[in-house]
T-cell receptor, first 114, second 113 residues
């Protein structure tokens, strides 16, 4: 059983650009959740996808969007990057929708916006 | 809304010392409570959890007891090792599991030999 992987590890963008971050869930996990972890803070929930449909969203603007694919991979897209978007972005996969199942986190992608 | 408050870090201990990391929460009803650990360069890993009052979660020598009367879920370990150096996060979710995890800010633990 492979773990959750994310790519790239690090990324540097400039304000106004767009970015796509990728996550590969554990095989068989139908749910992926994305979190933003600012420096010195705990992770904050962005949104969750279950079987390719958005299944809940945190307090993030629409320029944060996502996709989930049938092969257990997913993407987080951020448009019109702002300096405050600099953070570690974590994805977590789980078997079922909601948050009762254990979530398995990837190592994260560190995004720096200049 | 739901929230979690953890003790500020960093915490520095000598090997074999006793560890306590305090965590208190605010939530309606009876949330599920979790401790996650983040080792350097790695993602968060679930360390332990408790889903109802007076439950004790335990794993790898760590323990935490769900105290409804004090709305607390303090993490303890009797004898820490250098390999326990990491950032520890307390988190909660509603008992129904339909609200996302809410995390505290994390507490960095450094254990020195």
């Amino acid at each position: 059983e492979t773990g959750v992987t994310q790519s790239p590890t690090h990324l540097i963008k400039t304000r106004g650009q767009q970015v796509t971050l990728r996550c590969s869930s554990q095989s068989g996990h139908n749910t992926v959740s994305w979190y933003q972890q600012a420096l010195g803070q705990g992770p904050q929930f962005i949104f969750q996808y279950y079987r390719e449909e958005e299944n809940g969203r945190g307090n993030f603007p629409p320029r944060f969007s996502g996709l989930q694919f049938p092969n257990y991979s997913s993407e987080l897209n951020v448009n019109a990057l702002e300096l405050d978007d600099s953070a570690l972005y974590l994805c977590a996969s789980s078997l079922d929708s909601g948050f009762t199942d254990t979530q398995y986190f990837g190592p994260g992608t560190r995004l720096t916006v200049l | 809304g739901n929230s979690v408050t953890q003790m500020e870090g960093p915490v520095t201990l000598s090997e074999e010392a006793f560890l306590t990391i305090n965590c208190t929460y605010t939530a309606t009803g009876y949330p599920s409570l979790f401790w996650y650990v983040q080792y350097p360069g790695e993602g968060l890993q679930l360390l332990l959890k408790a889903t109802k009052a007076d439950d004790k979660g335990s794993n790898k020598g760590f323990e935490a007891t769900y105290r409804k009367e004090t709305t607390s879920f303090h993490l303890e370990k009797g004898s820490v090792q250098v390999s326990d150096s990491a950032v520890y996060f307390c988190a909660l979710s509603s008992s129904s599991g339909n609200t996302p995890l809410v995390f505290g800010k994390g507490t960095r633990l450094s254990v020195i030999a």
